[in-house]
């Protein structure tokens, strides 16, 4: 099968301009295997890096198979991939059934119909970190066009596990940057409680904690976290004490607040039931006086008509005398 040799310097032109993010090898190594099958037009593709504890292992597949492929090898300790990897050079099978020194490996991943095989080494600083792996479901007679273009794309991930390597050795000296300063914070603070509650000068503090660290046979950034810490525990208990005794002056206080307030709320009902008396008592004088003007009324009202019937009774007196002077 022809390679598109334009299109294998496009994609890799582009995978390098890409410049995924060097925190997340992974993602870039997948994008490189997705790449590589697609420009070779092959069924899979898959990467394998070495492990602290021993040979490569797959850490990025495009499928399932690929996955199969490159565990079964670790598993085994042979195949393609680990032969690329040990001998630093392109390992090329065209058929996997075919080939009786990977029978093991084609009992497992035959199921799954991977015959050609081709892995070329990653290299970082001119030595084999992993291997990039190709296969197809037929039998493929590998081109040394396929092997330069596989080559190619290994070379991108050699250049993205370097950028890789670079950023973890950066954050490596970051953190131990970060320790360094923050272990000089602790004996600064360390210092400055022993200055405070012993009197000492900042060298006499410094050099009783350089004492006593020996004397432990502890770092002195260690003890003198410790000094700190328990400086802070303590004046934690203190103002925990303190804090007992404001929340039980806010109790009594709150108290007497509520005692006051009861006493105030008694005083106005005692308040309001006098008003009461009160209104009620000035209701009944008011009735009281009504009646006497009543009383008062009907008083003066019997006195007229006394004197009505006075006056009639003058009259028919004057009259019967003047009808006794008449009659004469």
Known sequence: MAVDRQMVARTVSELRAAVPDPGDLLAGLLQVAEATR??????????????????????????????????????????????????????????????PVWARIDAVVGQLHVCGVLSVP????????????LYSTQPRTWTAHELEAAGEFA???????????????????????????????????AKGVLAATQGLSPDEAFGQLRRRARASSRKLAELAQEVVQDAQ???????????VRVR?????????????????ADLARRRAALDQAQVAADERDRAADERDRAADERDRAANDRDRIADGRGRVADERGRAADHHSD
């Not at 050795?169 to 914070?185: F, H, P, W």
């Open 248 to 264: 039980e002056a806010e109790a009594r206080a709150q108290a007497a607040e509520q005692a006051l307030q009861a006493a105030q």
């Open 38 to 99: 697609t420009a070779l037009e092959v069924d899979g593709a898959g990467l394998t890096l070495i492990h602290e504890d021993g040979p490569p292992r797959w850490v990025a597949a495009t499928d399932a198979a690929m996955e199969l492929l490159e565990q079964v090898q670790h598993d085994f300790g042979e195949g393609p991939s680990l032969e690329a990897y040990d001998q630093d050079q392109a390992v090329a099978v065209a058929d996997l059934r075919a080939a």
């Open 233 to 243: 525990r303590q004046r934690l208990a203190a103002l925990a004490l303190d804090d």
């Open 155 to 189: 070379s991108v991930a050699g250049e993205l596990v370097h950028t890789a390597v670079e950023l973890a050795s950066q954050k490596l000296e970051l953190a131990q940057l970060r320790q360094a300063l923050t272990s000089r914070v602790w004996i600064e603070q």
């Open 122 to 133: 990653i290299r970082l600083a001119g030595q084999p970190v992993g291997t990039l792996d």
